[in-house]
């Protein structure tokens, strides 16, 4: 049940078992949840460092990967959204946009899988007219990474424990997060 | 309340109080809200006027920002939909892709953040085949803008009453926008 | 009703006469409906055959249009992700990105309508730099689709007897799956 298809398999197996509060509750995590992946495409674009600070846990970690700097700690995490170098391509028009992502709840634990774009407008190149959009040279799509979000609920909602990115390239580690999605879907 | 995160908070503060019909209610109203942001790209992309007149107030507003035109009222929106350069851009294979937005319920009214790519097919440049999904110069990314819809409840549904976009581009309008969904988070 | 906004549709007309466990299950549908949307993008950049087999209907149809092949039956459609075409993609770096799904339930089925990216890593080109996110040569999209999933419920779960992709491109096919999303809200 863990990484499965939560509403799939608890109707099949628990419905008769499960309490109408139990039911609400776990849409309303699920929703809960939504919200929580959608707002961090706004605190990366803003550099939050409060927000960031309240949705992991104090020991939560940031994980992109060997290439690229990661944070152990929710103070650390939020304090990287300050570095130089992230309000740099604060400056430039970075964007992060999220896909729908796959939820797997677990009681107190969730496991999620989302797939999220790193964008960046261009700096050079031919501008191009769309009628009614005006002209534009266009967004670099600079990153497309498979992200898995462990979160645990907390008295204060929903946090982040472990959030991982691969890089979608070809290379196996993408691909194990992915599989993350369809475990226990066979 | 009004901006935060409505799960978490009327979870912590609120559950005790609040019936079963009205926690339904909320939930059912999310759901409803997502398809009516998922309904935009389609509408858009098809020039259906006759939905956007549905789905925005009479007073309603769609502000594109400076640089590109906007309309007040829905039967002005509507009618843009129409316009001849809005029916050119869809002829040449325009495409909203919209990501997954926060939601931010309170009663009566939503508001709702998200990301919208605009995307065209590339009109020159260099083919590039992808084994088992043929050849394709791609697509243009001509804008990702940060959206915020004001929504309000009405008798027929939730309504559209003020859209505004603006473009990710390292200005400090479209964090404006962003920084709504994270309201009240910290 | 079918291809309308059921929440919408079911308060103003029939909230009095449905019963909670009806408005229960309605609600878990649809969270189980994003949940196999989700799924899709992780099994088409794995090549999970298995989930695939699981997730179509004996009968069911993968439709790309008449210039990509298909298949019908989820052993056939299974048996596609393995194909050495499909199989070369992956280990190029493809990547499905999925926005933000309508969904229009009626009992037992329910229609989806969904945009997708197909992405993949640029193999030429000059590499970008962004602070804070290394530098690439960044991604080429190659197809933006509209995407028709008619699901049915069976006794393991929602499945899918027919997905229908059609190319953006300034054609009709691709119009015709998006104006189904907003069929009856006018």
């Known amino acids: 049940m863990a990484t499965g298809s939560p509403a799939q398999g608890e109707r099949s197996l628990e419905q008769g078992e499960r309490s109408l509060e139990q039911r609400m509750r776990a849409i309303e995590d699920r929703l809960e949840i939504y919200n929580l992946i959608a707002s961090h495409p706004p605190s990366a674009d803003t550099g939050d460092d409060r927000y960031a600070e309240t949705v992991y846990t104090a020991d939560g970690v940031f994980d992109r990967g060997p290439n690229l700097s990661g944070a152990t700690g929710n103070k650390a995490i939020a304090a990287s ?106």
Chains 1, 2, 3 share one sequence.
């Open 81 to 186: 959204l300050k570095s130089e170098g992230h309000q740099a391509a604060i400056a430039g028009g970075l964007a992060h946009f999220t896909g729908l992502p796959h939820v797997a709840l677990d009681g107190d634990k969730a496991v999620v899988t989302s797939y999220l774009q790193i964008l960046t407008p261009r700096k050079s190149g031919e501008a191009v007219e769309v009628p009614n959009h005006g002209a534009s040279r266009g967004y670099h799509i600079h990153r497309v990474v498979a992200n898995r979000w462990e979160l645990i609920r907390t008295p204060t909602g929903w946090k982040i424990k472990r959030r991982t990115l691969r890089l979608i390239d070809g290379t196996e580690p993408a691909r194990d997060i992915l599989r993350g999605a369809l475990a226990g879907q066979h």
